[in-house]
């Protein structure tokens, strides 16, 4: 578990500045939240199968190492989207702690 997370860290450390320029400076920002989402979606799906046998613990962990960019990747897009919701930082506020309530649902 703690080379998941260390490769998983220093990918983001990594991968996080190369995306976030993406989605300041082109417009694939909506494309990129869009596949991150959906390839979050495909991880968490595949990860039922785990119990099955066609799928293995080894096959999750790289999963689980693939869901933790592909997560912040989708963060990086959604935080992107907030200051063009308004230009009031509580109204920006409410917004960023309604989505994080409803994620943990």
Same mark, same amino acid.
């Given at each position: 578990?703690?080379?998941?997370?260390?490769?998983?860290?220093?990918?983001?450390?990594?991968?996080?500045?190369?995306?976030?320029?993406?989605?300041?400076?082109? @417009?694939?920002?909506? +494309?990129?939240?869009?596949?991150?989402?959906?390839?979050?979606?495909?991880?968490?799906?595949?990860?039922?199968?785990?119990? +099955?046998?066609?799928? +293995?613990?080894?096959?999750?962990?790289?999963?689980?190492?693939?869901?933790?960019?592909?997560?912040?990747?989708?963060?990086?897009? +959604?935080?992107?989207?907030? @200051?063009?919701?308004?230009?009031?930082?509580?109204?920006?506020?409410?917004?960023?702690?309604?989505?994080?309530?409803?994620?943990?649902?």
């Amino acid at each position: 578990l703690a080379v998941m997370a260390t490769v998983s860290g220093l990918g983001c450390a990594f991968l996080l500045p190369i995306i976030g320029a993406i989605v300041d400076y082109t @417009p694939h920002r909506r +494309k990129l939240a869009i596949i991150s989402a959906f390839l979050l979606t495909l991880i968490n799906a595949s990860q039922v199968e785990v119990g +099955k046998a066609t799928i +293995k613990w080894t096959t999750v962990g790289y999963l689980q190492v693939a869901a933790a960019w592909i997560y912040q990747i989708h963060n990086v897009t +959604k935080f992107a989207y907030l @200051p063009e919701l308004s230009s009031s930082s509580l109204t920006i506020s409410s917004i960023n702690s309604r989505n994080t309530g409803v994620q943990f649902f």
